[in-house]
């Protein structure tokens, strides 16, 4: 199974991967391909992009598959639109790029979807919406939306994020509060609080996130964002899902604690699940333990595949 790239696509190459750009409606998506093989999607997480997966993408081709990385429209090198985002929009992204350029001769062939937080929650809804398009599914931390449900909150935290989201979306305050949230120090404040390995947050990690947040559009996108929608829950989608699912949880994750795991537990009449807690680790396994998470993902796509 190969990817099917037009000619007059721009690229850009490193060591271990091309990058290119695909037409998606009116905006540019940025995705990466390294190796040949059952195709494997890779879905980062809220601020993440294509080169947090920078540990795995190398390995995981290595093994024999074809890794394809994408930046979600509003992160990363895909363009940022000011639009009202939302889960479902993004599903019907990934859902396109996959009938466009997963396969041969416009084809769509089935693909993993691999899935760090919100991108996992994604993975999840392409499983239970587009059973066609997925062979199975790898979750890691997932979130169970893409922001906090009504009710979810004690009432003055509630406040609390509701103002928030209210002044960063605001034209006065917005891009002062903005800019006080993208700096690099507390860029790494927050990586401090979700890594337990403190070795793994490097200067290369900070300027991955930082560098979105500098396009001009980046703050009207956050502001979108945060006040989105929360979306399906995976309570709602995994009665509609039927491939296998490996769930990857770092133990220690504050944001996603590891008690969400267990409706993954409950829910396997129609599919297998295959589960595995990483102890002293946070919200990005893939990313803090590596060595771990690839060697999980590579031992179960042998045994479901």
């Known amino acids: 199974m190969t990817i099917s790239i037009s000619e007059s696509s721009p690229q850009t190459q490193n060591e271990y991967w091309t990058e290119y750009k695909w037409q998606w409606r009116d905006y540019q998506i940025q995705y990466a391909i390294a190796g040949a093989g059952i195709p494997l999607v890779l879905v980062h997480g809220f601020g993440a992009s294509i080169g947090h997966w920078r540990k795995n993408i190398p390995v995981l081709a290595a093994a024999g598959y074809q890794v394809i990385a994408i930046d979600l429209l509003g992160f990363g090198k895909s363009d940022k639109p000011v639009i009202d985002y939302s889960l479902e929009l993004w599903q019907e992204m990934l859902r396109d790029f996959a009938l466009e350029k997963i396969g041969q001769e416009k084809a769509a062939q089935p693909a993993v979807f691999i ?26 931390n997932a979130a169970g939306g893409l922001n906090h449900r009504t009710g979810e909150l004690n009432p003055i935290l509630g406040l609390i ?72 829950s995976p309570e709602e989608l995994l009665p509609q899902v039927k491939c296998p699912i ?23 009449e129609n599919f297998s699940v295959t589960f595995q807690g990483i102890a002293n680790t946070g919200h990005c396994p893939h990313d ?18």
């Open 246 to 268: 490996l769930v990857l949880w770092g133990e220690a994750d504050p944001w996603t604690p590891i008690k969400g795991a267990e409706i993954y537990k409950k829910h396997g």
């Open 161 to 232: 994020m509701a103002s928030f989201a209210k002044l960063v979306g605001s034209k006065v305050a917005g891009k002062f509060i903005f800019d006080q949230v993208r700096q690099k120090s507390r860029i790494r404040n927050t990586l401090q609080q979700v890594y337990c390995d403190r070795t793994a947050i490097t200067d290369e990690l900070v300027e991955l996130l930082h560098q979105p947040s500098c396009d001009p559009t980046a703050q009207q996108v956050f502001a979108s964002i945060i006040t989105a929608p929360a979306g399906p």
């Open 115 to 140: 899935g760090n937080s919100i991108g996992a929650l994604l993975c999840l809804m392409m499983a239970a919406n587009y059973p066609e398009l997925c062979r199975g599914v790898v979750l890691l």
């Open 288 to 305: 803090e333990r590596p060595e771990i998470v690839n060697v999980a993902i590579l031992d179960w796509l042998t045994l479901v595949l």
